[in-house]
Structures are given as structure tokens and as C-alpha cells.
């Protein structure tokens, strides 16, 4: 094969590349496109039926034998690896689409966006810059308005898409760094750095970033909780102290959707508070932002419109793949601000605000993923996710309830999202033995294949932990688990 050159002359193409380009080419055609969609579309059909185990009885050792080999040195056809991941990877994933997957806060995606990702790895844009994101730079931007406007932002607002939560709150600490410490940039924190204020029950994403801004982790200050979420009087004894004592508070982070319980804090009380003290309020809704998009639960992320910024991650509540989160802000120059870094060679800014996101985002080459979000608010509409993201917590709220109306088990809280914390109990036992049977009968339950749930320790007590990310999962499996999880201790 020979490939023409500009003004006549050609350079002769290596038979073994012109054989390599081929099979990319077949590889790009719609034959070898269909029969990726096969085995995508096989694995949600039979596990979104409920077929088969939830995870894989294989050990990490049998896993690892499994993919031990040298590196291959030559390829093999398309077929023959789809083969192999349907044989070797399908068999060992914990199948987040089958409805008794009530485990971690990962989503069972919604189909129209899994398929999105195909088309974003094939334009492969890079989101930091607009000239390298022609039009998905403007979707992000457009995306960006109807959160913002969603969560009562104001017109100055703005933001950007992120890998997750964690790097929300890392971007909006370091926004509340740059108007606390507007040198820190250059010259570091220096010995007077601030503190930041989160609930105890606040994600390890708060201190980690704490930690990462130099401050250092005994800069975090955590305030007590009450019913799982944070004590405001506390808060406010506490903003009151560290103002006597002089000690500057960078920012107050409060909780919307808490790992463990799906707990909101009054955000409501907080913003005023933090208003009063003129401190940056940073509301990590990783979790429960998504209740913005619900008639019947935005009441719980009230007064959210008094944060200067918020971590939402779709990829939860909105049944996103991983990788799609975000990060809004009231005023987008206070984020601009966060990244004082210049790079002539990318960003093109001649005054006015700047297109590239890369000027407000962490990340320098990055997916276009704000895409899979795009394509699902066409597809289901903002009413199609309201409907699923409320369907979730009516699953977690009759499980609940469910619970309630035995006596084998007990609820340790009433459930304000997808989540609820549990436990199994049996007459006789002290607190101690049943932190041992529920581990011990979490394991074996997930082991067994029939469903998988989490664990969590809760007020010193180690407790049972479902998450409902699945829109699949209805009541039916919500019993079948507790029946499951009955049997399984009648046999510890
Ligand atoms: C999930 C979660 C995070 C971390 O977000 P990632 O997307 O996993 O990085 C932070 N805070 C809360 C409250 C969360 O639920």
C-alpha cells in the first residue's frame, strides 16, 4: 500500500504497517463496531434480568492468575479478545447493572450514555481547551448554565466538568485559598494558614484536600454532628471561637447526600452563618446535588444557592458512567482565580472571560464527558432523571419501611436519599457480637452471589449499608435481599 504525498512524490509504506492499517481500518468499520455493542448490550440485558452471581466467587489470586501472561508481542482478530474479555473480564466484574447490586455509590449507567462514550473516545476533543473542543467546549459551557441555574446560582456563575467529587472540592478549596491567600500561589501558605470547617461525617475528600493546599491536615477542623449531620450551633460556637482567637477560616464545608447516611446538613442555617462571617461556603453534593432536579426532593438541598461553590457528581444520583462530576461556582472569576498559571501556547484569552476551561479546571488533557450528560438530557429529559433519581430513594425509603415491620432487623436511620444503614439483630446478643455477625454476614452474603451490600461503621457500630444506584432494583429485590441476608445468618 502506498499512500500519496503532496506534490507527487510518495513514501513507500512497510508491508507489516500496511498490514497493521488494514485491520485499524476493519477495526474502525461497523462489523467490528457491532460486535463490541453485542457484548456490551449481552452483558446489560443478562445482568439487568437479574441472571446470574452479582460479583465473581473468584479470589484476587485467581484473578490475577488469570491475566498473568507476557505482554503480547503480536495481535490477534478483534473476535478472538472480545472472546476473552466476555470469558476473563465479564466473569470477574461486579455487575453494577444486575438489580441486587445494592453496594457502593457507583450508578448502573443510563444506556444512551454508555454509548456516548464510544463517540467521545472517537473524536477524543480535549475539553481544557476550546480549540482543541470546538463544539464540546460549548456544550460544557451550556451544560454548565442549566446546573448552575438549577442550583439558584446567579448569572455570574460558571464552572467546569471534573473526574469526580474529589476533584471538585480539591478546585473550590483552592478557589477559597486564592481569596483567603491571594499570594499563596507564588509564595506559599506561609505560617498563619487558615482553617477549614467540615462535619465529622464529611467525605475523606475534605481533609485530603486540606492536606494537598499545604495547609496541613490539623488545619481541618471537624465540627460534630447531630443525627448524621452537622450540628449548626456547634458551627456557629465554633466560627464564634476561632474569630476571638483571631485564627482566619478559609472555608466551611457542608455536606449534602453523606457517605454514609445520605444525610443533608441544614444548608440553609450554614449559608447564613457563613455569610455573617463572610467565609467561602463550599457544599460537597457529590451525592445529593442531583436533588436539584427533583420536584419531590430539592427541599433537602435548601438554601444551596448561598454556597459560593458546589461538588455535584452525575456520575452518582444522576446514573452517569464514572468520570462525569462538577464543579459550580457563583462567581466564575473567583475559580478563575484559583489557577493564576499563564500557558501562551494554550490558552488564547485577550481580555473578557476566557473559553478555555483549562484556565478554571485541574485536569490539562481531558475527556469531553459533560457529552454522556448532554446525550442523556436530550434522550430522558430533565423529568426522565427527576423520575429515575427519585425512583432510587422510594426503593431505599420502603426498604426502610420494610424493615420496620421485622424484628430480625433494625433501620439506624430513616433514609433522606438512595441510602440506608441496617443492621441484623437477634435477641440475647450484645452490641459487641453483632458488630462481628453483621461483618461476618455482609461477607458471606456478597460471597454468595445472590446480592452485594457495604458495611459502614455508624455511632461505634458496625452496621449493614445499601445504596440504591440501580434503576432496575424494585421492592421485589429490596425483600429478596433481607430474606437472603435472614437465611445467610441463620446459618452463621
Ligand atoms: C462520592 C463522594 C465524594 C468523592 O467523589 P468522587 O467522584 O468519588 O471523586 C466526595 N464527597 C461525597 C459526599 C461523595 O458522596
Redesign the pocket.
Same mark, same amino acid.
Given at each position: 500500500m502506498r499512500w500519496p504525498r503532496a506534490g507527487g512524490s510518495s513514501i513507500p509504506t512497510e508491508p507489516a504497517f500496511a498490514a497493521l492499517l488494514a485491520e485499524l481500518e476493519a477495526d474502525a468499520g461497523e462489523a467490528a463496531g457491532a460486535a463490541v455493542a453485542a457484548l456490551v448490550a449481552g452483558y446489560l440485558a443478562e445482568a439487568g434480568r437479574g441472571e446470574g452471581p452479582v460479583s465473581s466467587p473468584a479470589t484476587a489470586e485467581e484473578l490475577a492468575a488469570r491475566f498473568a501472561e507476557a505482554v503480547p508481542l503480536d495481535g490477534r482478530p478483534l473476535a478472538d479478545v472480545l472472546a476473552r474479555l466476555d470469558r476473563d473480564l465479564l466473569s470477574g466484574v461486579n455487575r453494577l447493572a444486575h438489580p441486587m447490586y445494592m453496594g457502593h455509590?457507583v450508578s448502573a449507567p443510563l444506556a444512551a450514555s454508555i454509548w456516548t462514550e464510544a463517540l467521545k473516545a472517537a473524536v477524543n476533543n480535549s475539553a481544557a481547551v476550546r480549540e482543541m473542543s470546538p463544539a464540546g467546549t460549548a456544550v460544557e459551557r451550556q451544560v454548565i448554565r442549566w446546573m448552575c441555574d438549577l442550583a439558584g446560582l446567579g448569572t455570574a456563575a460558571g464552572g467546569t466538568f #471534573?473526574? *469526580? @467529587?474529589?476533584?471538585? #472540592?480539591f478546585t473550590a478549596l483552592l478557589a477559597a485559598r486564592a481569596r483567603a491567600l491571594p499570594d499563596a500561589w507564588e509564595h506559599g501558605v506561609g505560617d498563619a494558614a487558615p482553617v477549614v470547617l467540615a462535619g465529622e461525617h464529611? =467525605?475523606?475528600?475534605?481533609t485530603r484536600a486540606v492536606a494537598e493546599l499545604g495547609l496541613g491536615m490539623r488545619r481541618a477542623v471537624a465540627v460534630p454532628s447531630r443525627d448524621h449531620r452537622m450540628d449548626a450551633a456547634a458551627l456557629a460556637a465554633r466560627l464564634g471561637e476561632l474569630r476571638r482567637d483571631g485564627v482566619p477560616v478559609m472555608a466551611v464545608v457542608a #455536606?449534602? @447526600?453523606?457517605?454514609a447516611t445520605g444525610s443533608f446538613d441544614d444548608l440553609e442555617t450554614i449559608g447564613r452563618l457563613c455569610e455573617a462571617h463572610d467565609v467561602w461556603l463550599h457544599v460537597? *453534593?457529590? =451525592? *445529593?446535588a442531583s436533588a436539584l432536579v427533583s420536584e419531590r426532593h430539592r427541599h433537602r438541598v435548601r438554601g444551596i444557592e448561598r454556597a459560593r461553590s458546589i461538588?455535584w457528581?452525575p456520575?452518582?444520583l444522576l446514573l452517569m458512567p464514572?468520570g462525569t462530576?462538577m464543579l459550580l461556582v457563583r462567581d466564575e472569576a473567583e475559580l478563575d482565580r484559583a489557577f493564576a498559571q499563564r500557558a501562551p501556547y494554550l490558552f488564547h484569552g485577550s481580555g473578557g472571560r476566557v473559553l478555555d476551561q483549562g484556565v478554571r479546571s485541574f485536569l490539562c488533557s481531558r475527556p469531553v464527558d459533560v457529552l454522556k450528560l448532554w446525550v442523556a438530557l436530550q434522550r430522558y429529559g430533565l423529568r426522565g432523571l427527576a423520575a429515575a433519581h427519585d425512583h432510587l430513594c422510594d426503593i431505599a425509603h420502603d426498604l426502610w419501611t420494610a424493615i420496620a415491620a421485622r424484628d430480625d432487623f433494625e433501620a439506624m436511620h430513616e433514609p433522606e436519599s438512595n441510602i440506608l444503614c441496617f443492621r441484623w439483630r437477634r435477641p440475647g446478643l450484645d452490641d459487641a457480637a453483632l458488630d462481628e455477625l453483621n461483618r461476618r454476614l455482609r461477607e458471606t452474603y456478597n460471597r454468595s452471589g445472590t446480592g452485594w451490600i457495604t458495611t459502614t461503621v455508624l455511632d461505634g457500630r458496625r452496621v449493614l449499608r445499601v445504596t440504591i444506584m440501580n434503576p432496575r432494583t424494585q421492592a421485589a429485590h429490596t425483600r429478596a435481599l433481607l430474606d437472603g441476608l435472614a437465611a445467610e445468618a441463620g446459618r452463621l
Amino acid at each position: 500500500m502506498r499512500w500519496p504525498r503532496a506534490g507527487g512524490s510518495s513514501i513507500p509504506t512497510e508491508p507489516a504497517f500496511a498490514a497493521l492499517l488494514a485491520e485499524l481500518e476493519a477495526d474502525a468499520g461497523e462489523a467490528a463496531g457491532a460486535a463490541v455493542a453485542a457484548l456490551v448490550a449481552g452483558y446489560l440485558a443478562e445482568a439487568g434480568r437479574g441472571e446470574g452471581p452479582v460479583s465473581s466467587p473468584a479470589t484476587a489470586e485467581e484473578l490475577a492468575a488469570r491475566f498473568a501472561e507476557a505482554v503480547p508481542l503480536d495481535g490477534r482478530p478483534l473476535a478472538d479478545v472480545l472472546a476473552r474479555l466476555d470469558r476473563d473480564l465479564l466473569s470477574g466484574v461486579n455487575r453494577l447493572a444486575h438489580p441486587m447490586y445494592m453496594g457502593h455509590q457507583v450508578s448502573a449507567p443510563l444506556a444512551a450514555s454508555i454509548w456516548t462514550e464510544a463517540l467521545k473516545a472517537a473524536v477524543n476533543n480535549s475539553a481544557a481547551v476550546r480549540e482543541m473542543s470546538p463544539a464540546g467546549t460549548a456544550v460544557e459551557r451550556q451544560v454548565i448554565r442549566w446546573m448552575c441555574d438549577l442550583a439558584g446560582l446567579g448569572t455570574a456563575a460558571g464552572g467546569t466538568f #471534573t473526574s *469526580g @467529587g474529589t476533584e471538585a #472540592t480539591f478546585t473550590a478549596l483552592l478557589a477559597a485559598r486564592a481569596r483567603a491567600l491571594p499570594d499563596a500561589w507564588e509564595h506559599g501558605v506561609g505560617d498563619a494558614a487558615p482553617v477549614v470547617l467540615a462535619g465529622e461525617h464529611a =467525605h475523606y475528600a475534605v481533609t485530603r484536600a486540606v492536606a494537598e493546599l499545604g495547609l496541613g491536615m490539623r488545619r481541618a477542623v471537624a465540627v460534630p454532628s447531630r443525627d448524621h449531620r452537622m450540628d449548626a450551633a456547634a458551627l456557629a460556637a465554633r466560627l464564634g471561637e476561632l474569630r476571638r482567637d483571631g485564627v482566619p477560616v478559609m472555608a466551611v464545608v457542608a #455536606t449534602a @447526600g453523606s457517605t454514609a447516611t445520605g444525610s443533608f446538613d441544614d444548608l440553609e442555617t450554614i449559608g447564613r452563618l457563613c455569610e455573617a462571617h463572610d467565609v467561602w461556603l463550599h457544599v460537597d *453534593g457529590a =451525592h *445529593g446535588a442531583s436533588a436539584l432536579v427533583s420536584e419531590r426532593h430539592r427541599h433537602r438541598v435548601r438554601g444551596i444557592e448561598r454556597a459560593r461553590s458546589i461538588a455535584w457528581d452525575p456520575h452518582k444520583l444522576l446514573l452517569m458512567p464514572l468520570g462525569t462530576g462538577m464543579l459550580l461556582v457563583r462567581d466564575e472569576a473567583e475559580l478563575d482565580r484559583a489557577f493564576a498559571q499563564r500557558a501562551p501556547y494554550l490558552f488564547h484569552g485577550s481580555g473578557g472571560r476566557v473559553l478555555d476551561q483549562g484556565v478554571r479546571s485541574f485536569l490539562c488533557s481531558r475527556p469531553v464527558d459533560v457529552l454522556k450528560l448532554w446525550v442523556a438530557l436530550q434522550r430522558y429529559g430533565l423529568r426522565g432523571l427527576a423520575a429515575a433519581h427519585d425512583h432510587l430513594c422510594d426503593i431505599a425509603h420502603d426498604l426502610w419501611t420494610a424493615i420496620a415491620a421485622r424484628d430480625d432487623f433494625e433501620a439506624m436511620h430513616e433514609p433522606e436519599s438512595n441510602i440506608l444503614c441496617f443492621r441484623w439483630r437477634r435477641p440475647g446478643l450484645d452490641d459487641a457480637a453483632l458488630d462481628e455477625l453483621n461483618r461476618r454476614l455482609r461477607e458471606t452474603y456478597n460471597r454468595s452471589g445472590t446480592g452485594w451490600i457495604t458495611t459502614t461503621v455508624l455511632d461505634g457500630r458496625r452496621v449493614l449499608r445499601v445504596t440504591i444506584m440501580n434503576p432496575r432494583t424494585q421492592a421485589a429485590h429490596t425483600r429478596a435481599l433481607l430474606d437472603g441476608l435472614a437465611a445467610e445468618a441463620g446459618r452463621l
